[in-house]
């Protein structure tokens, strides 16, 4: 991620500081009042942990989320009330590594019920191109693996960017996920603990259906390549045995370099690639001036970092099975 983005600790500290003493003189801040009501007062990073959190909560969480829809939740910077409200939370669900300011507030928070959802699976190093033709995962999945050597996820000299965050996008990793929230929320609430158990599984039964409906679909492709300016999607690329090619890194806001744009041309002729893809989020500019220059196509291929009124489905899911019909349109799906 861009240093420029990365919030001094000092200053969250401040910050914190501040928004504890200001929320402590209220008699009615937002937490209390989920509070008030039975609920447990949840706190979650941005989208994929929201999700995560209301569909496995259900009716016995109250649900905020740090990164309000439309927002990039790379560039996050969080108001003093946003921090001091952690400290009120009974539970929060954040993914390290994605939001530094998040990382260093809740760092700050204290809160005994926080979890971290990158320790609930493995995370693994990827950079601009992730190749899963040679490691695309059996049928039966790997509940606790996926632990693929650094070198795995680029090895061809392009752009290293370290351990990737987007877990999410990979249905799988995103079921081991949930399988640990759903532990933690037992455990922070016992009382509702078999209603958190009977919503964690029929979500890991929507999400195992949701990867099984990616194999099938992606199965018979004319092509293997996609083409994205967001490399977001590499865990998604070695679960089904594609490959992605990242203009820029993990922050979807990085200049590619005339390197970087020269390699891709190269690539999509050889792998007859027809589609750039770009996401809701940011702007699509550099998918554009490079689908010109190539001849090709732009379509959305959603990171699903947030839900707006732009994004093609009102869910996770619903945008899931939208990425699906997208890539199998750009890969010539048979």
Not at 48 to 74: D, R, W, Y
Not at 130 to 147: L, P, Q, T, W
Not at 229 to 253: N, V
Request: glycine share 8%; net charge negative; proline share 4%.
């Amino acid at each position: 991620m861009n240093v420029r983005r990365l919030i001094p600790a000092t200053a969250v500290a401040g910050a914190a500081v501040l928004g504890l003493t200001t929320l402590s003189a209220c008699s009615s801040s937002d937490a209390a009042d989920g509070r008030s009501d039975g609920t447990l007062d949840v706190v979650a990073s941005f989208y994929p942990m929201q999700f995560l959190a209301e569909e496995i909560g259900g009716s016995h969480v109250s649900v905020t989320s740090l990164t309000k829809p439309g927002v990039e939740p790379h560039d996050l910077e969080l108001s003093p009330k946003q921090i001091g409200s952690l400290s009120d939370a009974d539970y929060i669900l954040y993914l390290k590594g994605i939001q530094p300011a998040v990382d260093d507030a809740v760092g700050q928070a204290g809160v005994k019920n926080t979890v971290d959802a990158a320790s609930l699976t493995t995370l693994e190093d990827h950079g601009t191109e992730v190749d899963g033709h040679d490691h695309g995962h059996d049928d039966d999945g790997d509940e606790h693996g996926d632990d693929h050597d650094a070198e795995d996820g680029d090895d061809h000299g392009h752009e290293h960017v370290g351990a990737d965050p987007h877990i999410w996008l990979d249905p799988v990793k995103y079921a081991e996920v949930a399988k640990g929230v759903g532990t933690s929320l037992e455990k922070a609430d016992p009382d509702h603990a078999a209603d958190y158990r009977e919503n964690t599984a029929k979500l890991v039964d929507e999400l195992n259906a949701l990867d099984t409906a990616y194999k099938t679909g992606l199965k018979d492709t004319a092509t293997k390549t996609f083409i994205t300016t967001h490399s977001a999607f590499g865990y998604l690329a070695e679960r089904y045995g594609l490959t992605q090619e990242g203009i820029a890194g993990i922050d979807p806001e990085a200049e590619p370099s005339p390197a970087r744009i020269s390699e891709i041309h190269q690539v999509a002729e050889k792998n007859k690639a027809t589609t750039v893809f770009f996401e809701t989020l940011a702007s699509d500019k550099t998918a554009s001036t490079l689908a010109k220059d190539l001849g090709l196509k732009t379509d959305v291929l959603d990171p699903l970092e947030g839900i707006t009124d732009k994004s093609k489905g009102a869910d996770y899911l619903e945008v899931m099975k939208s990425n699906l019909a997208a890539l199998q349109k750009a890969l010539g799906a048979k």
